[in-house]
């Protein structure tokens, strides 16, 4: 079955939601972001998401399952 990937990063100074053929938002904190990213997954149209979110080092974390 597909998956949807999904990538929340910080790219200069902002957090980003990124995916294929994917970028957008400048969120001040990763917590927006994240929060973004899981909304935006819920419209996936059925299909499940895997969300990476890079952690203060830098380093993406294994993926977590958005329904």
Known sequence: MAEVQYGVVQQD???TI???SLRFGAYKTRREAE???RRLAKKSS???VALHVQDEKGELRPPTRVA
Request: net charge neutral; no cysteine.
């Open 46 to 48: 059925g299909l499940p």
């Open 13 to 15: 100074g902002a957090w």
């Open 35 to 37: 929060r973004a990213a």
């Open 18 to 20: 990124i995916g294929e």
